[in-house]
């Protein structure tokens, strides 16, 4: 073979390589960069697919919904001034938050009883409860008429007022009338954890979907603050309860829990926990407890008297003070929904922006 044609091919077999591997290589990196941006892309779907999951199907907004008239603007039902619309049930029935039986709290019978009395003496009705364990089929047997009075945590009443027409009366508060409670993460004091970055790799437990202090509130919180989201940052579950989620994180089947503080002093003062077993790591603004309300299409002058026979009653030597004593609570006061919920209504709002598509990306 001729030398100069080897020579040749040899030059042109570099000049090929030459202009074959930076495109290549482009290939590969543009394929790469591809992938990267489909796997991204496939990552933000999916966080949006467990947000969807996780919550539930938030009304928009703040507004009730449209088949119920607020011509004062004050966000809740107005009671029907077509006396047709109205109730007129010969018995009432009330029910408190729902939870699984397991949950619930032995000593808990009585603990309505002075509640049930008193409200029978100022309507001349008997009062039954009744026990849900789910939300929504609480709210609902409040739209379909079967119970007139309900106690929600904070945050299902924002849902309960826009989709099933609960109109929020009375919270509990301490002697002096003062009301709040605060969401606190907590973890166990020997698990390394000090702040919210710190909750990156590490599983929550959260309450349930509805709880403002049991979730809502602390996974704004750990996005606003952490940029921290489920599934893509931390692993994630739901106990039912506060005091489920405490001992979640003290037995370590979890690292991190966010709860009521007044459900945690509960405990503490029960003896149930040591406040040398765990650390808290955030602890927010104060927010409006429980809420006891009732159907807005009651006559509006049962309304009142349910009102003020709460807001009236003598908390002494009853199962209210056995049961929420320990949580500092020793009476019921008024509430305004529009002002007392409005830092409710702003976590609803910025949990309903991370779960839409136009969330996190």
Excluded at 76 to 98: K, N, R
Aim: aromatic residues 6%.
């Amino acid at each position: 073979m001729n030398p100069h044609d080897d020579r040749a091919q040899g030059t042109s077999l570099l000049r090929i390589l030459a202009v074959a591997i930076p495109v290549a290589l482009f290939t590969a990196v543009a394929v790469h960069l591809w992938g990267n941006s489909l796997r991204e892309s496939a990552t933000a779907q999916l966080n949006r697919d467990v947000l969807s999951t996780m919550l539930p199907n938030w009304a928009e907004g703040g507004e009730v919904a449209d088949l119920y008239e607020d011509a004062d603007k004050d966000l809740v039902a107005d009671t029907p001034e077509d006396e047709g619309l109205l109730q007129q049930p010969e018995s009432l029935v009330f029910s408190y938050i729902a939870s699984s039986k397991e949950s619930r709290p032995e000593s808990a019978g009585g603990q309505w009883d002075a509640l049930l009395s008193a409200i029978d003496s100022a309507t001349s009705k008997p009062v039954t409860v009744v026990e849900f364990e789910q939300l929504n089929e609480q709210l609902e047997a409040m739209r379909r008429g079967q119970i007139h009075i309900l106690g929600l945590g904070t945050g299902a009443a924002p849902l309960a007022v826009q989709t099933a027409g609960f109109v929020p009366l009375c919270t509990m508060a301490n002697a002096d009338g003062e009301v709040g409670y605060k969401m606190v993460l907590l973890t166990s004091a020997d698990s390394g954890i000090k702040e919210l970055a710190d909750v990156k790799g590490r599983k929550v437990v959260f309450v349930r979907p509805t709880s403002n202090s049991g979730f809502k509130a602390a996974f704004v919180q750990l996005y606003d603050d952490a940029g921290l989201l489920p599934e893509q940052d931390y692993e994630w579950s739901f106990s039912l309860s506060h005091e489920s989620s405490v001992h979640d994180v003290l037995s370590g089947a979890a690292d991190v829990a966010p709860v009521a503080s007044d459900i945690l002093a509960k405990m503490v003062e029960q003896g149930d926990v040591d406040e040398s077993q765990y650390r808290v790591i955030y602890k927010s603004e104060a927010f409006p407890p429980a809420v006891i309300g009732c159907a807005h299409n009651l006559p509006a002058g049962m309304i009142e008297q349910i009102r003020s026979t709460l807001i009236g009653l003598d908390w002494d030597g009853t199962g209210l003070e056995e049961q929420f004593g320990p949580m500092g609570a020793a009476r019921f006061v008024e509430v305004n929904y529009k002002n007392d919920w409005a830092n409710i209504r702003r976590i609803d709002d910025a949990v309903r922006r991370l779960a839409t598509p136009r969330g996190p990306q």
